[in-house]
């Protein structure tokens, strides 16, 4: 199996490391670093790349990848018909397909959560914390904690940011996550 290497670019550094890291699972992508504009996809030594949509000159990048031979996917809503383009509001399965198509996609979101956990999930994504999470879920903090600990082990990740990221829309219309969610 031929590895590819990724850059992961987005105007959000949080929401480029959580991607990066929702890739680390599958065993065909290795993101090797992120970054904040389209010049940073150009200067990566990248297999592929993961282009914000909304950063300046992402479409160009995208365009300028390819004719060097690179694979490039412009994530959110793009204009260009010559560069391969995914909505934000997909699975991160799409996401790792798309970097790779042909590869078997297999991960651990095929487990299911229990309602209890999705819950869990949401108010993660809503950045709030384990006491917070508790009070409003009537229960206790360590409860909340076990909770996180079973969802990582079930969506085969390593913390919170890689949580939201592999959820995507697989589980209640948990998805990417930003500033201005």
Known sequence: MRTR????????????EAIASALERYPWLVPLTIGTSAED???ARTDTA???????????????L?????????????TGDSVASL?????????????APGM????????RLTAREKEVLTLVAKGLAGKQMARLLGISPKTVEQH??????????ANQAAAVAAAGQSFGGVAWVSSST
């Not at 993961?50 to 300028?64: F, P, R, S, W, Y």
């Not at 390819?66 to 793009?78: P, Q, S």
């Open 148 to 157: 996180k600990t079973r969802i990582y082990g079930k969506l085969g990740v």
């Open 66 to 78: 390819r004719a060097r031979g690179r694979h490039a996917i412009v994530l959110g809503t793009h």
């Open 41 to 43: 996809a150009l200067r």
């Open 104 to 111: 078997e996609v297999t991960s651990g979101l095929s487990a």
């Open 5 to 16: 290497t990724v850059v992961v670019v987005h105007r959000e550094p949080l929401v480029a």
């Open 50 to 64: 993961v282009i914000d949509a909304n950063l300046e000159g992402a479409g160009d990048a995208a365009e300028t």
């Open 87 to 99: 909505a934000t509001d997909r699975p991160i399965e799409e996401l790792a397909q798309a970097l």
